[in-house]
C-alpha cells in the first residue's frame, strides 16, 4: 500500500446502508473505490491523492502519485526478488556475489544451500502444513547428527508461544517459490556478468541489503581485462555500424542522383519537342490518365490518341462552368478570359499597387462609352500594367519581349515586305512614334490621375508589340488616337479642367 510520510493512510470508511434514504447521494472515487457523503470530503481526498507526496512501500520511491505509487508497487511485487523472505534475498545475494562459475551452476547451489535465520519455512504438524521462521540454528554435538532448528510458528494459539525445536528432516522450503526457475530470474534481475569477469549485483541493492561491492584484488584484474576488451569490441561495433550508415547514406545519395538525372533528362526531351512561340491550342494539356495507371501525359487531341476511349479529364478534373442565372453582356466565348483577367487583376493588387473593384465594376467599365465621366477601373489597371512594363525596362528585363528585341527581330524580318505594305500600316509610324517619345522614363503617377497614360500606351504598344501578338493592332492604334484627338479637342474647348 502507497506510503504518505512513511505511514499507511487507511481508506474512508464504508458509508452504512440506510434502508430509508435509499436515494441518498453518494460521490465515487474510482481510483480507490471509496464513496463519500458529501462533496468537501470526496474533492479534498481526490486532491490528496493526486499531489506527488506518496511513496512506494516496496521500492521506497519517492514523490509519486496514490496512482503512480500502487503501479509501482504492482510492477516490482512481479519481480523474482519478493518471491522471498527479506533474510533469504540477503543470503542469495552473498552467494551471488564475485562468484566466477556458470549460470546453472550458480543455480544448482544455491538451490541446495542450507537454512539459515529468520528464513520462512514450512513444516507438518498433525497433518497440517504450517509456516514458521527459524529463529536459531542449534549446533550438533556430533557432525554425523542432523542439525536442529528453533523455530517459531507464524500462526498459533494464545495459550501457546508457537517455539518449536525440530530437526532438518522436518522443515522444508516452498517448492513453488523456491525452485530452479524463480532463482535464475533472481539472478539475472539483480546481478550482472561479462565474459570473464564475476557475478557482481547492482550497486542500488548492495547498498540496500549492505553488501560490500568492491571488487576483490584478485579479481580487478579480471574485471579490468573485460571491461577493456568490452569497450574495444563497443568502438568496433560503432566503427561498423557507422560505416554502414554511411554506405547506405551515399547509395541513397547515389540512386536519388541518378533519378535527378533521369528526370531532368526527360524534362531536356519533353522541352525539345515544344518550340515557341505556338497557338494556345497546342500547348500540351498534361493530366494525370486514369487509364495508364494515373501517369503524367500529354493529352492534347493531336497528342493523345486514342480510338477507344475517350480522353479522360478534358477540362483537368474540373467540373462544367456553372450556367449564369441572368443575362450578361460579355460574350459567352469571353467568359472565361473576362473572369481570369478579372481575378489575376484582384488577387495581384498588391503588388500592382492597384485599388480592388468588384466583378460588376469591371463589366461596366468595359462597355464605358461616354467621355465624362471617365472609366476609372480601365484607366488605374492600364496605367498600373504599364507601369510593370516600365520598371521591367528600367532594370534592362532579360524578357525579350519587354526589352523589345522581338520587336526588333520582327523589324528586321519585314525588311523583305514592299514599300506599298510598310506604308499603309500605322504601327510604329512617325505620327505614332512623336506621340509616344519617352514614354518609358517614368512611372504614371496616381495622384495625377495616371494622366498620359494614353501616349504611354501608344509608346509600349510600338516599341514592345507586333502585329503577329496582336493581329488588330492598327484598330487599335486607330480607336486610342480617336481617343487622344478627341482629349485635345476637349482641352482647346475648355470643356474639361486641364489636369484631365
Known amino acids: 500500500m502507497p506510503l504518505l510520510?512513511?505511514?499507511?493512510?487507511?481508506?474512508?470508511?464504508?458509508?452504512?446502508?440506510?434502508?430509508?434514504?435509499?436515494?441518498?447521494?453518494?460521490?465515487?472515487?474510482?481510483?480507490?473505490?471509496?464513496?463519500?457523503?458529501?462533496?468537501?470530503?470526496?474533492?479534498?481526498?481526490?486532491?490528496?491523492?493526486?499531489?506527488?507526496?506518496?511513496?512506494?512501500?516496496?521500492?521506497?520511491?519517492?514523490?509519486?502519485?496514490?496512482?503512480?505509487?500502487?503501479?509501482?508497487?504492482?510492477?516490482?511485487?512481479?519481480?523474482?526478488?519478493?518471491?522471498?523472505?527479506?533474510?533469504?534475498?540477503?543470503?542469495?545475494?552473498?552467494?551471488?556475489?564475485?562468484?566466477?562459475?556458470?549460470?546453472?551452476?550458480?543455480?544448482?547451489?544455491?538451490?541446495?544451500?542450507?537454512?539459515?535465520?529468520?528464513?520462512?519455512?514450512?513444516?507438518?504438524?498433525?497433518?497440517?502444513?504450517?509456516?514458521?521462521?527459524?529463529?536459531?540454528?542449534?549446533?550438533?554435538?556430533?557432525?554425523?547428527?542432523?542439525?536442529?532448528?528453533?523455530?517459531?510458528?507464524?500462526?498459533?494459539?494464545?495459550?501457546?508461544?508457537?517455539?518449536?525445536?525440530?530437526?532438518?528432516?522436518q522443515i522444508r522450503r516452498n517448492k513453488k517459490i523456491f525452485n530452479r526457475n524463480n532463482i535464475q530470474r533472481f539472478i539475472t534481475e539483480c546481478a550482472r556478468k561479462e565474459k570473464d569477469t564475476p557475478w557482481i549485483i547492482h550497486d542500488a541493492l548492495a547498498i540496500k541489503y549492505g553488501i560490500e561491492n568492491n571488487v576483490p584484488h584478485d579479481l580487478q584484474d579480471d574485471v579490468f581485462l573485460s571491461l577493456k576488451a568490452r569497450k574495444r569490441k563497443l568502438k568496433a561495433a560503432e566503427k561498423d555500424a557507422e560505416k554502414r550508415i554511411k554506405r547506405e547514406h551515399n547509395q541513397i545519395q547515389k540512386q536519388q542522383l541518378k533519378l535527378e538525372k533521369e528526370r531532368l533528362r526527360e524534362e531536356r526531351k519533353r522541352q525539345a519537342g515544344i518550340k515557341y512561340p505556338m497557338e494556345d491550342l497546342d500547348l500540351p494539356i498534361y493530366r494525370k490518365d486514369p487509364n495508364q495507371n494515373w501517369s503524367l501525359i500529354d493529352m492534347c487531341p493531336k497528342t493523345y490518341v486514342n480510338d477507344n476511349i475517350t480522353i479522360p479529364y478534358p477540362n483537368g478534373g474540373r467540373s462544367a462552368r456553372p450556367t449564369a442565372h441572368q443575362d450578361s453582356p460579355i460574350p459567352p466565348e469571353l467568359y472565361d478570359l473576362f473572369l481570369s483577367t478579372w481575378s489575376f487583376l484582384t488577387i495581384f493588387s498588391e503588388p500592382l499597387k492597384l485599388a480592388t473593384y468588384s466583378l460588376d465594376d469591371f463589366e461596366r467599365a468595359l462597355f464605358h462609352n461616354a467621355q465624362q465621366p471617365k472609366a476609372t477601373v480601365l484607366v488605374e489597371y492600364n496605367a498600373s500594367l504599364l507601369n510593370v512594363i516600365i520598371n521591367e525596362r528600367k532594370v534592362d528585363t532579360a524578357s525579350e519581349l519587354a526589352n523589345g528585341d522581338v520587336m526588333e527581330d520582327y523589324l528586321e524580318e519585314e525588311m523583305k515586305l514592299d514599300e506599298e505594305k510598310k506604308h499603309h500600316r500605322v504601327w510604329r509610324d512617325k505620327e505614332q512614334l512623336k506621340i509616344s517619345q519617352k514614354w518609358d522614363t517614368k512611372e504614371l503617377k496616381a495622384n495625377y490621375d495616371r494622366r498620359g497614360w494614353e501616349n504611354t500606351l501608344i509608346g509600349c504598344l510600338n516599341d514592345v508589340a507586333t502585329p503577329d501578338l496582336i493581329p488588330d493592332l492598327d484598330q487599335s492604334f486607330n480607336q486610342i488616337e480617336t481617343v487622344d484627338k478627341r482629349i485635345t479637342r476637349a482641352k482647346a474647348a475648355k470643356n474639361i479642367p486641364d489636369y484631365w
Open 5 to 169: 510520510n512513511g505511514k499507511k493512510i487507511p481508506l474512508s470508511a464504508p458509508i452504512p446502508y440506510d434502508p430509508k434514504r435509499r436515494r441518498k447521494e453518494v460521490f465515487y472515487l474510482k481510483l480507490t473505490n471509496e464513496l463519500f457523503p458529501c462533496y468537501e470530503a470526496y474533492i479534498s481526498r481526490y486532491n490528496l491523492y493526486y499531489q506527488p507526496l506518496w511513496e512506494c512501500e516496496v521500492t521506497g520511491k519517492k514523490k509519486l502519485t496514490y496512482a503512480q505509487a500502487l503501479e509501482s508497487e504492482k510492477v516490482e511485487k512481479d519481480r523474482a526478488e519478493y518471491l522471498f523472505c527479506k533474510a533469504l534475498r540477503k543470503h542469495i545475494l552473498l552467494k551471488i556475489q564475485f562468484k566466477t562459475i556458470r549460470l546453472d551452476e550458480l543455480v544448482r547451489e544455491i538451490y541446495h544451500c542450507d537454512y539459515i535465520p529468520d528464513e520462512i519455512i514450512q513444516l507438518t504438524i498433525n497433518g497440517f502444513r504450517q509456516n514458521a521462521r527459524i529463529l536459531e540454528i542449534i549446533p550438533s554435538p556430533e557432525s554425523t547428527e542432523s542439525k536442529q532448528y528453533k523455530i517459531k510458528l507464524l500462526h498459533h494459539l494464545e495459550n501457546d508461544d508457537g517455539i518449536r525445536k525440530i530437526t532438518e528432516g
